[in-house]
C-alpha cells in the first residue's frame, strides 16, 4: 500500500491559482510514477497528469495542459500539481495515486480522501 495524503484544495475565483500536494509518508512515493485524478460529481473519475520517479518526464490531459504543471520533491516524499488559470470545470475532487505502466499507465492501490477544488465563475 502506497501511503499518500491529498491537500491544498479550497474555493477559488476562476482565473485563479492553487497548489496541491500529494505527501508521503516515508519514500512511499519516491519511487513510483504519479498521477493526478479528479472526479466531478455525477462524473466518472478522470486522469490529470503523471510524473515518472526522476521527474523528467510528464505528461497531461488535453484539457489542462498549458495551465496545470505536476512537479516533484523526491526528498520530501512529495508530488505537487500547481493548477494556474482555472476554470469553473475544474470542480472536482482531486486525487494522486500510483501507476503502474508508465506515464499512461494505471493507477492502483486504494484511492485516498483527496482534496476538494472548487473554482466560482
Known amino acids: 500500500q502506497v501511503q499518500r495524503r491529498e491537500s491544498g484544495g479550497g474555493l477559488v475565483q476562476a482565473g485563479g491559482s492553487l497548489r496541491l500536494s ?3 509518508s516515508g519514500r ?3 519511487t513510483y510514477t504519479m498521477g493526478w485524478y479528479r472526479q466531478a460529481p455525477g462524473k466518472e473519475r478522470e486522469f490529470v497528469a503523471a510524473i515518472n520517479w526522476s521527474g523528467s518526464n510528464t505528461y497531461y490531459v488535453d484539457s489542462v495542459k498549458g495551465r ?6 523526491n526528498a520530501k516524499d512529495t508530488v505537487y500539481l500547481q493548477m494556474n488559470s482555472l476554470k469553473p470545470e475544474d ?3 482531486y486525487y494522486c495515486a ?4 508508465g506515464l499512461q499507465g494505471k493507477a492502483f492501490g ?10 466560482s465563475s
Open 28 to 30: 512511499t512515493v519516491t
Open 68 to 73: 496545470f504543471t505536476i512537479s516533484r520533491d
Open 91 to 93: 470542480t472536482a475532487v
Open 110 to 119: 486504494s484511492w485516498g480522501q483527496g482534496t476538494q477544488v472548487t473554482v
Open 98 to 101: 500510483p501507476l503502474s505502466g
Open 22 to 24: 500529494c505527501a508521503g
